[in-house]
């Protein structure tokens, strides 16, 4: 069982920076698994945000935050960054970290994820 904690939300004005942290509990396994970044905003369904595949060579992101996000892994740490800049008002949302044991490459399709944090809510204002 594979157990993610995200941390690093909040509130911040628009044109602001934040960066999200999800630490798992598997170990030196944690190298096996793709990451991903979900979000979901009130009465939205979950998007996609940007992933990462096991060894961190590979990376994508949505198109609305292609530019100001950056994705990246420490395998050593257990722990998937997203770094925020720029944020804007359409970012608001509770912002997911999920894991999937996979050897490929970035996995885009929530539904393909096994594990999933309980969420970090961000919270951009004006």
């Known amino acids: 069982q594979v157990q993610l904690v995200e941390s690093g939300g909040g509130l911040v004005q628009t044109g602001g920076s934040l960066r999200l942290s999800c630490t798992a509990s598997v170990g030196r396994s944690f190298s096996n698994y793709a990451m991903g970044w979900f979000r979901q905003a009130p009465g939205k369904e979950r998007q996609f945000v940007a992933g990462?595949?096991?060894?961190?060579?590979?990376?994508r992101y949505a198109d609305s935050v292609k530019g100001r996000c950056t994705i990246s892994r420490d395998n050593a740490k257990s722990t998937v960054y997203l770094q925020m800049n720029s944020l804007e008002l359409e970012d608001t949302a509770i912002y997911y970290c999920?894991?999937?044991?996979?050897?490929?490459?970035?996995?885009?399709?929530?539904?393909?994820?096994?594990?999933w944090g309980q969420g970090t809510q961000v919270t951009v204002s004006s």
């Open positions: 999920a894991a999937v044991l996979f050897f490929g490459g970035v996995e885009l399709i929530a539904g393909r994820y096994d594990y």
């Open positions: 990462i595949n096991y060894s961190g060579g590979s990376t």
